[in-house]
């Protein structure tokens, strides 16, 4: 069936450290990846999205790249910021027209320490 | 911009007492979901509608109700509340199958 996964739950850096967040998913066709971005007390929001296989969408300094070989969608910014710290999850979307669901991952809490 | 407000942002309710959580949008969007988050599962799917007048089961649907009256009105209903159903809930809206959700600011529910 159709599934995201993220197994890093927790991420602390510095302010100016590179950040990688991994994000593998496996599904039919072609669907379109997202990552959301939650930041404390409030609903999350879309940080990126691309709807093109082999694409690059990139936001705010993150970038990630829908690569249908590996089946990835990692997240990526190059230099972290103390107000970046939130919880990301990386959402795939259908891939069929007549279905619904997108599929959350369990997210990434990231934390930028000062 | 797209707006989804949800009331009430946060209630605490006695266990086998009915609870009903509401969720309005003004973007025009054919679709509504409820999602419910706790630490560790990330968010969970309860209930869905793509038209008005009808609602469909997501992954968690044991416990809840759903209603859309509306195209700008999607509930949630907890007919008998329990201590597990202790979680912060959000609503979302999208304009089409797979396409950018747009959230809530989500609805803290204790259960007592």
């Known amino acids: 069936g159709n599934s995201v996964t993220q197994m890093q739950g927790q991420v602390t850096l510095s302010e100016e450290e590179f950040l990688f967040i991994n994000c593998t998913y496996s599904t039919t066709g072609y669907p379109t990846l997202f990552w959301y971005v939650q930041y404390p007390g409030e609903g999350p929001q879309l940080l990126l999205k691309v709807t093109t296989a082999n694409n690059k969408g990139s936001s705010r300094g993150f970038e990630a790249t829908y690569d249908k070989g590996t089946t990835s969608f990692h997240l990526q910014k190059a230099s972290v910021q103390e107000s970046d710290s939130a919880v990301y999850y990386c959402?795939?979307?259908?891939?069929?027209?007549?279905?619904?669901?997108?599929?959350f991952g369990k997210g990434t809490h990231l934390h930028v320490l000062p | 911009e797209a707006a989804v407000t949800q009331s009430p942002r946060s209630k605490v309710a006695v266990t086998g007492g009915k609870v009903t959580l509401s969720c309005h949008q003004t973007n025009n969007h054919d679709y509504m979901y409820w999602y419910r988050q706790d630490t560790g599962h990330g968010l969970r799917l309860i209930h869905y509608?793509?038209?008005?007048?009808?609602?469909e089961k997501g992954d968690i649907p044991d416990g809840y109700k759903a209603s859309r009256p509306s195209q700008e009105n999607f509930s949630l209903i907890l007919e008998l509340a329990s201590l597990s159903q202790t979680a912060v809930y959000f609503c979302a809206s999208s304009g089409s199958s797979g396409n950018t959700l747009y959230f809530g600011e989500g609805s803290r529910l204790i259960v007592v």
């Open positions: 959402v795939l979307g259908p891939a069929d027209t007549n279905a619904y669901k997108v599929i």
């Open positions: 509608s793509y038209v008005a007048d009808s609602t």
